[in-house]
């Protein structure tokens, strides 16, 4: 399949900072379309793959600075080729809508806005890996920064490389998000994730909604 080739179903982004509930309102949002009759898949980034999520252990474990950032860009890119190519793109040409936690945007966030990587560089990668492919929709969950890694900390389930960067990486990341959004406002929307998962859940619904034109 080429990036010219037609989609059936609808490609979803979730993004956010750590702990900012993405996961909890995936699983809610799937339960909501496939109420609606849509036929749902749930995936993640890293990961998503086979190959994806053996590149995963190594970008989510181990010491904070094994990776300088054009390296990690390039792991999770290898990692996002393979999860494009294997499961998201043959999902939506039949028609399947695909939810995931997290895509590219988290690469532009973390390695670029977070550790600096140029902004134009991790762009010229995004369209060796994957041409004119895109999401249909991002719904970035935004969240303080102290408050998401708080959430995130009382899981204490490992893979936690990320968790473990310095407060400044993660406030910057967050800008970023907000930035990617104001930068492209067609694709991208913002909602507040400080409330409880309820009144989080029907902001995203809101925007699901008004957004897609079959919901
Ligand atoms: N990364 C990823 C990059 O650097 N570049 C990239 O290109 C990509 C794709 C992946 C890491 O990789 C980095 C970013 C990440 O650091 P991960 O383990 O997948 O690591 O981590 P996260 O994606 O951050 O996932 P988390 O599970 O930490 O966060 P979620 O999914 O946003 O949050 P969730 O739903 O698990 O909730 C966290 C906790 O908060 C509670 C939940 O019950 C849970 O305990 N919670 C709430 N509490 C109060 N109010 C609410 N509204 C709540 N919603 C959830």
């Known amino acids: 399949m080429t990036s010219d080739t037609p989609r059936k179903g609808r490609f979803i982004t979730l993004e956010g900072g750590e702990g ?4 909890t309102q995936i699983n809610r949002l799937k339960d909501a379309l496939t109420k609606r009759g849509f ?3 749930t995936t993640r980034e890293p990961g998503g793959s086979e190959g994806a999520e053996q590149i995963r252990h190594l970008l989510v474990n ?3 600075a094994r990776w300088d950032s054009m390296t990690e ?3 999770h890119y290898a990692a996002r080729r393979d999860h494009v190519e294997k499961v998201i793109r043959p999902a939506l040409e039949q028609g399947t809508w695909v939810i995931s936690d ?4 988290s690469t ?5 806005y977070g550790h600096g990587l140029d902004l134009t560089v991790i762009n010229g990668i995004y369209k060796l890996v994957l041409g004119e492919f895109s999401t249909d929709l991002t719904v970035i969950l935004d969240l ?13 389930e490992g893979e936690d490389r990320y968790e473990r ?5 993660h406030q910057k990341l967050r800008q970023g998000f907000l930035e990617i959004a104001r930068t492209s406002p067609q694709r991208c929307a913002v909602i507040d994730a400080s409330s409880d998962a309820d009144t989080v859940f029907n902001a995203l619904w809101d925007v699901i909604s008004n957004r897609l034109s079959e919901v």
């Open 39 to 41: 036929d749902v898949l």
């Open 20 to 23: 900012a509930g993405k996961t």
């Open 102 to 105: 997290r895509f590219a945007d």
């Open 73 to 75: 860009t390039l792991l």
């Open 62 to 64: 181990g010491d904070v």
């Open 144 to 156: 303080d920064t102290e408050e998401g890694l708080k959430r995130a900390n009382s899981r204490a």
């Open 108 to 112: 532009m966030a973390y390695q670029g």
């Open 165 to 169: 960067m310095d407060i400044e990486f």
